[in-house]
């Protein structure tokens, strides 16, 4: 029980936006909402996917300080676990336990019902929920679609956290229902051909894709820049 309780400070102090706001590299997250909201003057970018090309690339980590800079600009978020083969944003947001993205898809639970608001203002939450045993299929569900709709309709601007794109097949399916996708490289650990491949199959399947977020996790406090193009 002690040990649960330590992992639950080290994975909530991940979130730098919400824990240390004025940080330099919080600054730095919230000059990637200024870079998104620029380009949404010609064209509306709601729904912005987070992929990687490798698992522990930091996506999840990312997608969720993301969210949290949108939602402090008094923008009403919604950060989506869409990863429903390895889910994670439930480990940074301990808010209650819901039926999700899954109980939405199955029709068994209400938006109201599936998503929690967090502690910061404006930030809301959406688990993933029970894990299917055929999460490709659901992800390419007409369900789906109509769920991504009705969410659209009730936030400004929505964050999804997906699976590694050169892993499975779900953040590529996924990037063609959402506004916007960017892929996340972690230094140092990402192999540059897999970075170009994975940036490929995103300017393919998206309907526009963003750029990189790089991150280095070998330094002795966690660092990411932005690169709109590879």
């Known amino acids: 029980m002690l040990r649960k309780k330590k992992e639950v400070q080290r994975e909530d102090r991940k979130l730098i936006v919400q824990n240390k706001p004025l940080s330099p590299l919080s600054e730095q997250f919230r000059m990637v909402v200024e870079?998104?909201?620029?380009?949404?003057?010609?064209?509306?970018?709601?729904s912005i996917l987070i992929t990687s090309?490798?698992?522990?690339?930091?996506?999840?980590?990312?997608?969720?300080?993301?969210?949290?800079?949108?939602?402090?600009?008094?923008?009403?978020?919604?950060?989506?676990?869409?990863?429903?083969?390895?889910?994670?944003?439930?480990?940074?947001f301990r808010n209650g336990v819901s039926l999700g993205?899954?109980?939405?898809?199955k029709k068994e639970s209400t938006v109201e019902g599936a998503v929690f608001k967090s502690d910061?203002?404006?930030?809301?939450?959406?688990?993933?929920?029970?894990?299917?045993?055929?999460?490709?299929?659901?992800?390419?569900?007409?369900?789906?679609?109509?769920?991504?709709?009705e969410l659209g309709e009730k936030f400004d601007h929505i964050i999804m956290d997906t699976p590694p794109i050169l892993a499975v097949a779900d953040a590529q399916v996924l990037s063609g229902m959402t506004d916007a996708s960017v892929l996340v490289i972690r230094?140092?650990?990402?192999?540059?051909?897999?970075?170009?491949?994975?940036?490929?199959?995103?300017?393919?399947?998206?309907?526009?894709?963003?750029g990189a977020i790089f991150n280095n996790q070998k330094q002795k406090q966690d660092h990411y820049y932005y690169q709109e193009n590879l």
């Not at 402090?72 to 940074?92: E, F, M, S, V």
């Not at 659901?138 to 769920?147: G, H, M, P, Y």
């Open 35 to 46: 870079n998104i909201e620029l380009m949404s003057i010609d064209q509306k970018l709601k």
């Open 53 to 92: 090309a490798d698992p522990s690339s930091g996506k999840s980590i990312i997608s969720s300080n993301l969210a949290i800079a949108f939602a402090q600009k008094g923008k009403k978020t919604l950060l989506i676990d869409a990863d429903l083969r390895k889910p994670t944003i439930h480990k940074y």
């Open 101 to 105: 993205l899954m109980g939405l898809i």
């Open 120 to 149: 910061t203002p404006n930030l809301y939450i959406l688990q993933a929920g029970i894990i299917p045993v055929n999460p490709a299929s659901i992800l390419a569900s007409d369900r789906l679609k109509e769920v991504l709709a």
């Open 187 to 210: 230094n140092d650990y990402t192999v540059t051909e897999r970075a170009r491949k994975a940036s490929t199959r995103l300017e393919q399947s998206s309907k526009l894709f963003l």
